[in-house]
Each structure stands twice: as structure tokens, then as C-alpha cells.
């Protein structure tokens, strides 16, 4: 069974930073996608950055590029977001989830294995 286990999530000032962890077991890394999503209060989640499970590939929306950077280490089985320069509309619960898909899709319902989240939250 795929457990996620989110952390890193606090309060910061706009400007700051915030490094997320996601704690990844029972995950067969022979293929698919590792990512973040996030889900503001009234909005639909949506995703922020990805990862493929052999690390040579990643993926940002448009929203958090040159801010946000998605990373892995797989001996200690942990995927890693660190954001910089948050804005409060960075204000979020932070999921991560993981599929074993051959090809790559941001949308939500391609992915099965989630976290329970970590709230984000950036202060004007």
C-alpha cells in the first residue's frame, strides 16, 4: 500500500520561504510521476509541480516558475518542494501524490496515491 506523509508547512511573510517534504513508502519507482498539488478554500485543486520517478524530468505551471523547485532523494524515499519568494495567493493545503502512469498528466484524477496534506499559508 502507497503512503504519502506531507510536512514542512507553516506561515511565512510574502517574500519567504518554505521547504515541503512528502515521505514516500510501498512506491514502486519503476515508472510514473511524483508531484504537488494545491487546493485554496472554494477553489478546485490544482496542480503546481512534477517529477518523474527517475528524476530527469520535472514540470512547473506557469504560476510558480523560477520560484518553486520540485526535487527527490530516493535514499531517503522523499520528494521535496521548496518555494521561495511566496506570494499570499501561494496560500494553500499542499497534497502530494504519486502515480506509476507512462505518460505524463496534471490533472488530479490521474493520480491515485495521495498525502493528507500541509497548510501553507503567506501573510501580506
Known amino acids: 500500500q502507497v503512503q504519502l506523509v506531507e510536512s514542512g508547512g507553516g506561515s511565512v511573510q510574502a517574500g519567504g520561504s518554505l521547504r515541503l517534504s512528502c515521505v514516500v513508502s510501498?512506491?514502486?519507482?519503476?515508472?510514473?510521476?511524483m508531484g504537488w498539488f494545491r487546493q485554496a478554500p472554494g477553489k478546485e485543486r490544482e496542480a503546481v509541480a512534477f517529477i518523474s520517478t527517475d528524476g530527469d524530468w520535472s514540470y512547473y505551471v506557469d504560476s510558480v516558475k523560477g520560484r518553486f523547485t520540485i526535487s527527490q532523494d530516493n535514499h531517503k524515499n522523499t520528494v521535496y518542494l521548496q518555494m521561495n519568494s511566496l506570494k499570499p495567493e501561494d496560500t494553500a493545503m499542499y497534497y502530494c501524490?504519486?502515480?506509476?502512469?507512462?505518460?505524463?498528466?496534471?490533472?488530479?484524477?490521474?493520480?491515485?496515491?495521495w498525502g493528507q496534506g500541509t497548510q501553507v499559508t503567506v501573510s501580506s
Open positions: 501524490a504519486a502515480n506509476n502512469n507512462l505518460y505524463f498528466r496534471s490533472e488530479p484524477r490521474y493520480y491515485s496515491n
Open positions: 510501498g512506491y514502486t519507482r519503476n515508472t510514473g510521476y
